[in-house]
């Protein structure tokens, strides 16, 4: 039988004698009693579950602050993993742009070398063909001279000379060359 505040006001009691049953106070006693005894107990466990859900919903809380606050730790190492990647990328980006710009000017160094070179080989290949010319000249007015020489020479054989005694300056640069 439960108990509820209505029934605990309505209950009635047969007239004895004297008053009330006793017998029928006390059983209604007693089992009232057991009934507050088992809300009591009842009352008393959900009590313990109150206190132990308390402390696990505290040690969660806990749990949660500590993943919260691991979480915001990972997302600033992250962060900062992130902007010092960007630096150093950044860092290589330009090491690799003063490398490239110092290569750059090396192969422009080498180049203007080699041109100056080819001008100044350019430069000594004119001069080595005037002076063969000179010499070849010299060369051709020496045999000239020589001929006329010779020819002035009074030989009892007359030399004819051939249409070729005059010698192709070009012609024999190009056999040299």
Same mark, same amino acid.
């Given at each position: 039988?439960?108990?509820?505040? /209505?029934?605990?006001?309505?209950?009635?009691?047969?007239?004895?004698?004297?008053?009330?049953?006793?017998?029928?106070?006390?059983? /209604?006693?007693?089992?009232?009693?057991?009934?507050?005894?088992?809300?009591?107990?009842?009352?008393?466990?959900?009590?313990?579950?109150?206190?132990?859900?308390?402390?696990?919903?505290?040690?969660?809380?806990?749990?949660?602050?500590?993943?919260?606050?691991?979480?915001?730790?990972?997302?600033?190492?992250?962060?900062?993993?992130?902007?010092?990647?960007?630096?150093?990328?950044?860092?290589?980006?330009?090491?690799?742009?003063?490398?490239?710009?110092?290569?750059?000017?090396?192969?422009?160094?080498?180049?203007?070398?080699?041109?100056?070179?080819?001008?100044?080989?350019?430069?000594?290949?004119?001069?080595?063909?005037?002076?063969?010319?000179?010499?070849?000249?010299?060369?051709?007015?020496?045999?000239?001279?020589?001929?006329?020489?010779?020819?002035?020479?009074?030989?009892?054989?007359?030399?004819?000379?051939?249409?070729?005694?005059?010698?192709?300056?070009?012609?024999?640069?190009?056999?040299?060359?």
């Amino acid at each position: 039988m439960k108990f509820t505040p /209505y029934s605990i006001k309505a209950q009635d009691f047969n007239k004895a004698f004297r008053g009330f049953d006793k017998d029928e106070v006390r059983a /209604y006693l007693s089992n009232l009693a057991n009934e507050f005894d088992k809300l009591q107990i009842e009352n008393n466990a959900q009590n313990d579950r109150i206190l132990n859900t308390s402390e696990e919903i505290s040690e969660f809380k806990k749990l949660e602050k500590t993943l919260q606050l691991t979480l915001v730790s990972a997302q600033e190492s992250t962060s900062k993993a992130v902007e010092s990647a960007r630096k150093q990328s950044q860092l290589i980006i330009k090491e690799a742009e003063i490398r490239a710009n110092q290569i750059i000017e090396k192969a422009n160094k080498e180049a203007e070398v080699i041109r100056s070179s080819v001008l100044q080989l350019r430069e000594e290949r004119n001069l080595l063909i005037a002076k063969l010319k000179a010499i070849v000249e010299t060369q051709a007015n020496i045999l000239d001279i020589g001929s006329e020489t010779f020819a002035s020479k009074s030989l009892p054989i007359e030399v004819k000379q051939n249409d070729n005694s005059e010698i192709d300056l070009d012609d024999v640069l190009e056999k040299l060359l």
